[in-house]
């Protein structure tokens, strides 16, 4: 692939004797959105958090636009242009649209945002946070309380926080978890929006979706790479299917 931007490269992930990620080798393009799907516990929550540095990696390499950045910290990772979000919701319910936003932002600037900083480096936190909000159409939603914001504005919240990070590389875990159909078409909406702009790692259950938004998927079972296709092949090929819902008579 000649416009990988991310790359991993025999990763392990082991919680003592349990091989979460088993020898995976994975590679990602630029504007493109990559889907990772497999049975729970296929580790993929754990490619997502490896990838991002939260988790060390026990063995392997992962590469960013062609250097290795295993060993770096958390915070080295969302620096080079890392950014992700969780499968549980990482918001501030207490604070603004806004201020999650900003929040973010300074994790990539560095610093902390606060009012006692100087304006012009507040107010720069301040734009890309808005240009986050509006990226993903929340802008009329930046002095509205986290809480107060419906779950699906939530969700499109955390993405404005990925955002905001100022990333290359999104990685979303389960961005349409516990959302009804319209709420997950605005999602799919956005990620083909933002799939122009940014290599999207897509961890999703919602069959439907991964199909109409994703460039190519794996699937992981048991912390293995069993396959990397088109949605095309993936769909007709019969020991995906066994692999991933077992003797279920009704797959995709
Ligand atoms: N922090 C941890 N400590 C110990 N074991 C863990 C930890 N995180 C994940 N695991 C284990 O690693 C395996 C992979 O978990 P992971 O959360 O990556 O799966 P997943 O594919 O994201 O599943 P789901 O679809 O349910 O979100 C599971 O057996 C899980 O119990
Ligand atoms: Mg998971």
Redo the contacts with the bound molecule.
Sequence with gaps: MSNTILEAENLC?F??G?K??NELNIKFADKQLHSIV????????????TLCGA?PATSGVILYQGKSITNLKAYEFCRAGIGRSF?KTNIFHDATCLENCCIAAQQRIGGSFNLFRNRSTNKSITEIANSALKQVGLNGRADTKAAEVSYGEQRQLEIAMVLATDPKVLLL??PMAGMGHEESQIIISLLKELKKHYCIVL?E?DMDAVFELSDLMTV?VD?QHLITDTVENIRNNPLVQDAYLGNDDEVF
């Design positions: 992930k919680w003592g349990l979460a990620l497999g049975p729970n516990g296929a580790g993929k929550s754990t490619l997502l958090n988790y499968q875990d389960e961890v259950h992981m912390g």
